[in-house]
């Protein structure tokens, strides 16, 4: 009797602007001991020569397919590679970002060996020189080996406790659970919005902190130049807090320590970063929703708990003029 073939993994690349990163990642994937892909770039109106390098990979490898598009975000760019992949697995890789050659059959063996929906594995961050950077090999969960959770409250107990949500591209997916959950257009954080709703339809995840893949850390990438869009967190996590206090009570502590956590962190690196000015109508609105969650203090240090209590109170606006003409 003949081995039937291993399922098909769709990997979905979304791709702007990263000329000098995409070859090194479109191969990392191509290179892969676990062959059975379905490799999708999708090419978000880029303006260098990413459409020409994605074209000419498709031209060597039949496993690659390539979806021209008009500039609509990252979000809108993964929304399309699930709607026209062709796996039972879902994969994602950020196009400036390379894995390691094992990562999709190591990623596979777990999910398979534990019946799971999910598997996760580590990351490490490295420099433009793509050297790594020192202690950045990060441990999901301090797991040490292979940890097999089970039970939707015990997923998102994982998931909410654990502050620093996993990565979506770190994450191997059942399709199934995509199944009417798409990534939000015009967010950066998008995973915010949408790995809890995806973990609460897994019946078990396997975590393995093992580094598997590799992200570049860009300083001119979107989601580290300081600026409005990183508030994107905030919306996301006190999205999930709605949701987990509805479906999931005893979990939503740390799920208002995540929004609050998220809220004072990036006001002191805009703050840090003179971006305050253009953020003062946005911090307006997330306090105000803030202020309608209970103990939103909760596991904050005193000097952050602090500054919590003056971002929503009424002294808010005077302190971040006070803060502004400091920074002049």
């Known amino acids: 009797m003949k081995n039937l073939s291993p399922p098909l993994i769709s990997v979905i690349v979304p791709i702007y602007n990263v000329e000098k990163y995409l070859p090194k990642c479109i191969e990392s994937i191509m290179a892969q001991d676990y062959t059975n892909l379905e490799i999708i770039l999708i090419n978000d109106g880029s303006e260098d020569s990413c459409p020409e390098i994605a074209d000419y990979y498709a031209n060597l490898d039949t496993r690659v397919k390539v979806f021209h598009s008009v500039n609509q975000g990252l979000s809108v760019a993964r929304n399309i590679g699930l709607d026209i992949s062709n796996g039972s697995f879902i994969g994602l890789v950020d196009s400036d970002d390379w894995i390691e050659k094992d990562m999709y059959s190591s990623l596979y063996s777990a999910l398979k060996e534990n019946d799971a929906d999910a598997a996760i594995c580590g990351f490490r961050q490295a420099k433009i020189d793509e050297t790594f950077i020192n202690n950045t090999v990060k441990k999901i969960n301090c797991c040490n080996a292979t940890t097999v959770i089970s039970g ?31 990534y939000p257009k015009g967010k950066i954080h998008e995973d915010s919005f949408v790995t809890y709703l995806l973990f609460d339809k897994a019946k078990k995840i396997v975590v393995n902190s093992m580094p598997k893949y590799n992200y570049l850390c860009r300083l001119d990438s979107i989601s580290r130049s300081p600026s409005i869009k990183w508030f ?31 809220f004072v962190w990036i006001f002191k690196r805009l703050a840090e970063n003179g971006k305050l000015k253009e953020c ?11 202020r309608k969650i209970p103990y939103y203090d909760s596991n904050l240090s005193q000097e952050d708990a602090h500054l919590l209590k003056l971002l929503l ?16």
């Open 232 to 262: 994107d967190l905030v919306e996301g996590r006190i999205q999930q807090y709605k949701y987990i206090s509805s479906n999931y009570p005893d979990l939503a502590y740390y799920a208002v320590r995540n929004v609050c956590l998220d």
């Open 152 to 182: 939707r409250q015990n997923i998102l107990e994982f998931l909410i406790k654990n502050h620093n949500t996993p990565p979506p591209c770190t994450i191997l997916y059942e399709k199934s659970l995509f199944e009417n959950i798409r």
């Open 280 to 290: 003062r109508e946005k911090i307006d609105i997330l306090a105000n929703e803030i």
């Open 313 to 328: 109170s009424n002294m808010r606006q005077i302190m971040i003029s006070t803060l502004l003409k400091s920074k002049n």
